[in-house]
């Protein structure tokens, strides 16, 4: 496969290995991130705490794994939303046509014109209400571990409202697709065996489409992980004991005069993280699209 | 070509009243209200101050209300929380905030076009690498990872600048280079690839064959066409800078509209929030209107079916 010979994609690829294995295996060997040691505040990187400690004595680099958990989640969980929610849509306004191709696309149209990130903080306040009852309801009604579930609850919103609002452009991806597959003789042979356009639509034509939607949304991961962090950044997005990278960006802008490294650790994970993924799409796109590669 | 963008103002008209639907009644949904905040108030006085700005009655009352009063007085209400009116809060935080735009479409341009047009006429030169490199780099970077270290780096070092606020136009420049940076690196992606996708086709070695100079085609024959991607990504362009000016107002604390927005949304603000809302609905209708007319002008296949 050309992917193999684009180093700079092979390269991300094992990157993002490493860094995923930071995160969710080797973070649980890195201590407590809450742990707090008030006579140890802004230790330096080095003796037992390898990237120092924070304002409150807590261990950056602790606190870097353990916030890259979310930050990666972000963009596992909300590309997954977005990725079923933007085929199935684009499959179904593609493969109907007619009246409700239109209004369906008019819809996406409109949305396309409305700031992302207005309508994400919206959504994301929005369900973070009923999350939390729900998380309530749990705890007391089934009894689920308080923690655990209020944590997730306070997570959980925020992926959805990103991945909810994030599929505009790979349901128009997938129309256009949609429109030149049915055209094809498997496509019509399948019509004239009889089978309904259900098993048509959903065994057929829907993993044709795959390839070009999975390269797409390949580049739609860090764009996600970066809403995430933008909105922590403002105080809007993951909230404590949660952390993710932003939330880390934002505490350590604000000791950035005396304690730079707050802010730059982890800056430099987060940004070595979208560097990897950008790499790595480019490299799918060009190993699967003959005609962008030759540019 | 007035039949199009009569047609496309219509279009617009309705994506502003679906926006304001739309976030009307999300904004309903928020939990909470402007008035239980830092202060105790007793409930009749709560009751008492929602009967004042109209929030006793159902939904659809005030939904049809307020419409009613935005068309016929262009009024937006009152923010309770600020005590001021909306429309004035708007129109005061307006200024800053276009400038602050701007500009950073402005610095979004001036760097990216050139760097795209430069990269695609040198293609697979050091050159080329370097600016793709480059293009990487503002795409990946965070606006709040540049801001605070153009703050510490630049700002508490150069006197000419200030870590944050808004006074004189020296303070714009580096609010500027933050917003426009990421948009500027798509940018230079996007002209390449117009560029290269233009610089293949026979007329351009028609009039290289026929001895123009280099220049001239490029001048004359190739950037006309090659940019048409690059102005098709200004209206989402546009979006991006309204979104990215949230971080960047808050960094460099500029009194602009991006602030109110996240004020709004702390403080459940709903007649300030809608009112941000429609603001950066109708800007991003003009803007795109714009965006379709420069298309339109570069490109006469396009012209002509207007």
Known sequence: MRLRQNKVAVASGLFLIVMFGLCFVAAWFTGDPNQQELTHKFAAPGSGHPLGTDQMGRDLFSRILFGGQISLLVGLVATSVAFVIGISYGAISGYVGGRTDAVMMRIVDTLYAIPFLVLVILLQEVLSSSAGEAAGWLVKKWSFPEETTFRFANILPLFIAIGALGWLTLARITRSQVLSLKQQEFAQAAVSLGLSPRRILFRHIIPNTLGPAIVYVTLTIPSFIMYEATLSFLGLGIKAPNSSWGVLIKDGANYMETQPMLLIFPGLFFTATLFALNFLGDGLRDALDPKAAKD | ?306
């Open chain 2, 1 to 306: 070509m007035i039949r199009f963008i009569f047609k496309r103002l219509l279009q617009g008209l309705l994506v502003l009243f679906v926006l304001y639907t739309l976030s009307f009644f999300l904004i309903k949904t928020l939990p909470g209200d402007a008035f239980t905040g830092e202060r105790a108030i007793s409930e009749e006085a709560v009751e008492a101050l929602k009967k004042r700005f109209g929030l006793d009655r159902n939904w659809i009352t005030q939904y049809a209300l307020r419409l009613r009063r935005l068309i016929v007085n262009q009024d937006l209400g009152v923010s309770p929380k600020k005590n001021r009116e909306v429309s004035m809060i708007l129109r005061q935080s307006f200024p800053p905030s276009a400038i602050l735009g701007l500009n950073a479409l402005l610095v979004a341009c001036a760097i990216g076009i050139p760097l795209g047009v430069f990269s695609a006429v040198n293609k697979n030169s050091w050159f080329d690498y370097a600016a793709m490199g480059f293009a990487m780099i503002g795409i990946c970077v965070a606006a709040f990872i540049i801001g605070p270290l153009l703050q510490t780096q630049i700002a508490m070092r150069v006197p000419a600048f200030k870590v944050a606020g808004w006074e004189n136009p020296l303070d714009w420049i580096l609010p500027a280079i933050t917003l426009g940076l990421a948009p500027a690196a798509y940018l230079a992606r996007l002209t390449r690839g117009g560029m290269l996708e233009i610089l293949n086709q026979d007329f351009v070695r028609t009039a290289h064959a026929k001895g123009v100079p280099p220049l001239t085609v490029i001048w004359r024959h190739t950037l006309r066409g090659g940019l048409i991607p690059s102005v098709a990504f200004l209206g989402p362009a546009f979006a991006a800078l309204i979104s990215g000016s949230f971080v960047v107002e808050t960094i460099f604390q500029v009194p602009g509209m991006g602030r109110h927005f996240i004020d709004g949304t702390i403080d459940r603000d709903e007649f300030l929030l809608l009112g941000c809302v429609l603001y950066f609905g109708i800007l991003i209708v003009i803007l795109n209107l714009v965006s379709d007319i420069i298309q339109a002008l570069l490109n006469p296949r396009l012209r002509d079916s207007l």
